[in-house]
């Protein structure tokens, strides 16, 4: 069984701190690795995507990916009260085509 | 245009009914996925379609019956459904159906069954 694993949180952070979110994955030979973030009653929305090893950047957003350790990290900078919301990691392994989403973590930035 | 359309974005429908989900998309995407989520939970692949033809069942039950009419259209037809079938029924789209392909989402329909 192929799995992503996150911690549901809530993660609290204050407005303008960095918040860190976490992902671990299962399946060693999967490539891709993609961050979605979901409001509350809301469809999941595309923030970062990360194919290898290493950090890239995106405006606030870095995304990290540790192949080797099968971790990948979702940082912000600068959080926003608007950065409030579930953020899924999700994986595609090597076999068939199904991204496997995580449980998603809540993230409350405070004001 | 950059938006998957989804239709109706709630619907109540009672376990003898029948109804449809639609789902729309113009960027020329050639894959269309059904997704189900529940509360709390992440989303849940049902069905794949890659250039119109079917490709993943995830063993979803027959009550749950996908179309792909054509390259921009997928619906979900819903009959004899089950209170636990409700949840955020989404669509999504990408580009192609490869192991790199970023997901588009719709806004999902909130469906409840009574």
């Known amino acids: 069984q192929k799995e992503v694993e996150q911690n549901s949180g809530p993660l609290s952070v204050p407005e303008g701190a960095i918040a860190s979110l976490n992902c671990t994955y299962s399946?060693?030979?999967?490539?891709?690795f993609f961050w979605y973030r979901q409001y509350s009653g809301k469809s999941p929305e595309l923030i970062m995507s990360?194919?290898?090893?290493g950090d890239k950047e995106d405006g606030r957003f870095t995304a990290q990916l540790n192949k080797a350790s099968q971790y990948v990290s979702l940082l912000i900078r600068d959080s926003q009260p608007s950065d409030s919301a579930t953020y899924l990691c999700?994986?595609?392994?090597?076999?068939?085509?199904?991204?496997?989403f995580g449980a998603g973590t809540r993230l409350f930035v405070k004001a | 245009d950059t938006e998957v359309t989804q239709t109706p974005k709630h619907l109540v429908m009672g376990m003898t009914n029948k109804k449809s989900l639609k789902c729309e998309q113009h960027?020329?995407?050639?894959?269309m996925y059904w997704y189900k989520q529940k509360a709390k939970k992440p989303p849940e692949l049902m069905f794949v379609?890659?250039?119109?033809?079917?490709?993943i069942n995830e063993s979803v039950p027959s009550r749950f019956s996908p179309e792909c009419p054509n390259s921009s259209l997928l619906n979900l037809h819903l009959h004899a459904l089950q209170p636990e079938d409700s949840a955020l029924y989404l669509c999504?789209?990408?580009?192609?159906?490869?192991?790199?392909?970023?997901?588009?989402f719709g806004s999902g329909t909130q469906l409840s069954v009574l």
């Open positions: 999700a994986v595609n392994p090597l076999e068939g085509f199904k991204t496997i």
């Open positions: 990360i194919y290898s090893n």
């Open positions: 379609y890659s250039y119109e033809k079917l490709s």
């Open positions: 399946d060693r030979g999967s490539q891709s």
């Open positions: 960027m020329g995407h050639r894959a």
């Open positions: 999504a789209s990408s580009q192609d159906l490869r192991d790199d392909e970023k997901l588009f």
